[in-house]
């Protein structure tokens, strides 16, 4: 079958849960012999880099602002996905459900919408903002031909209030034995000998509280703080200014050099997101256990 992944930034997996789920979808369904396409955005993608894990890379521009980076990129990529007539679409992003009929055009393209969580409870969001996302759960029950929830909270928050089902398929992870220490030498850490955290670095993940917090640990063990965020400047500033001198922020870390950190910590901090409630754990938080455990009870 001939297959695309649209609405995330797009492989290689370089920002959140949505573009890992990209990644190892289309990595899996590439080596059942499928032909997949995942769209990716132009600030994200690799210069030169056609193809990643057997799937192709599809590249195309966006307006790269926080409230249009998302939408604009979903619109071309579906007016794209209706060119190339795909046996399916996966669209990931329940903001994108106002294009999510563009796929099926010019063919019989089926649509399947991944909702993810409550977005217009994020106080991230302005009042236009959280009435988008308010919109497109409507939208969400009407326009593709599935909809995926990857929480049970979500899920039924969708039968509840719209009294429709959606398909629940949660998050899964995998255990690759992290190789060598390379990302710990490069920020002088040593194995068990640092707490980690991980997130994205915005206000409603909390990585404040838990540099607050940390001044109150006795000792001289770091608190590694892994994550980023691009529309989340002030904050991140913010974060800086708070910690104390043992704290260090890397940066976002993907694939061996995360591992990595993830086996070899001490202690690991997952985020406390204010709305936990509201949101599914996603990869981050299931890979990180996974690899954590692992690699503590070898």
Same mark, same amino acid.
């Given at each position: 079958?001939?297959?695309?992944?649209?609405?995330?930034?797009?492989?290689?997996?370089?920002?959140?849960?949505?573009?890992?789920?990209?990644?190892?979808?289309?990595?899996?369904?590439?080596?059942?012999?499928?032909?997949?396409?995942?769209?990716?955005?132009?600030?994200?993608?690799?210069?030169?880099?056609?193809?990643?894990?057997?799937?192709?890379?599809?590249?195309?521009?966006?307006?790269?602002?926080?409230?249009?980076?998302?939408?604009?990129?979903?619109?071309?990529?579906?007016?794209?996905?209706?060119?190339?007539?795909?046996?399916?679409?996966?669209?990931?992003?329940?903001?994108?459900?106002?294009?999510?009929?563009?796929?099926?055009?010019?063919?019989?393209?089926?649509?399947?919408?991944?909702?993810?969580?409550?977005?217009?409870?994020?106080?991230?969001?302005?009042?236009?903002?959280?009435?988008?996302?308010?919109?497109?759960?409507?939208?969400?029950?009407?326009?593709?031909?599935?909809?995926?929830?990857?929480?049970?909270?979500?899920?039924?928050?969708?039968?509840?209030?719209?009294?429709?089902?959606?398909?629940?398929?949660?998050?899964?992870?995998?255990?690759?034995?992290?190789?060598?220490?390379?990302?710990?030498?490069?920020?002088?850490?040593?194995?068990?000998?640092?707490?980690?955290?991980?997130?994205?670095?915005?206000?409603?993940?909390?990585?404040?509280?838990?540099?607050?917090?940390?001044?109150?640990?006795?000792?001289?063990? @770091?608190? !590694?703080?892994?994550?980023? *965020?691009? #529309?989340?400047?002030? =904050?991140?500033?913010? /974060?800086? %200014?708070? &910690?104390? @001198?043992? !704290?260090?922020?890397?940066? *976002?870390? #993907?694939?061996?050099? =995360?591992?990595?950190? /993830?086996? %070899?910590? &001490?202690?690991?901090?997952?985020?406390?997101?204010?709305?936990?409630?509201?949101?599914?754990?996603?990869?981050?938080?299931?890979?990180?256990?996974?690899?954590?455990?692992?690699?503590?009870?070898?």
């Amino acid at each position: 079958m001939r297959l695309a992944i649209l609405g995330t930034r797009g492989i290689p997996a370089r920002y959140g849960g949505f573009e890992t789920l990209a990644e190892e979808i289309s990595a899996r369904l590439s080596t059942r012999g499928h032909d997949v396409t995942v769209y990716t955005r132009t600030r994200y993608a690799e210069p030169g880099l056609s193809s990643h894990r057997g799937a192709r890379i599809r590249v195309l521009p966006t307006i790269p602002t926080k409230y249009l980076d998302t939408v604009a990129h979903g619109f071309l990529s579906g007016f794209d996905a209706a060119l190339e007539r795909y046996d399916a679409v996966l669209v990931c992003n329940a903001i994108n459900a106002a294009s999510a009929f563009l796929p099926r055009l010019s063919g019989s393209t089926r649509v399947v919408l991944n909702v993810d969580g409550l977005e217009r409870n994020r106080r991230k969001w302005n009042a236009l903002g959280k009435l988008a996302y308010r919109l497109s759960e409507t939208l969400s029950t009407i326009v593709p031909d599935a909809v995926v929830t990857d929480a049970r909270v979500i899920e039924a928050y969708y039968r509840q209030r719209y009294g429709f089902s959606s398909v629940f398929i949660p998050y899964g992870g995998d255990l690759p034995e992290p190789v060598g220490t390379e990302a710990l030498e490069r920020l002088g850490l040593t194995p068990d000998r640092y707490a980690l955290y991980v997130s994205r670095l915005e206000p409603e993940n909390n990585a404040d509280a838990v540099v607050r917090a940390y001044r109150d640990v006795p000792g001289e063990v @770091p608190l !590694v703080i892994v994550g980023d *965020a691009p #529309y989340a400047r002030d =904050y991140i500033a913010g /974060l800086r %200014r708070q &910690a104390d @001198p043992r !704290v260090r922020f890397p940066g *976002a870390i #993907y694939g061996e050099g =995360y591992r990595q950190l /993830l086996a %070899r910590a &001490a202690v690991y901090y997952p985020c406390y997101f204010e709305i936990r409630a509201q949101m599914p754990h996603g990869t981050l938080f299931v890979n990180a256990l996974l690899v954590f455990r692992a690699a503590n009870c070898a």
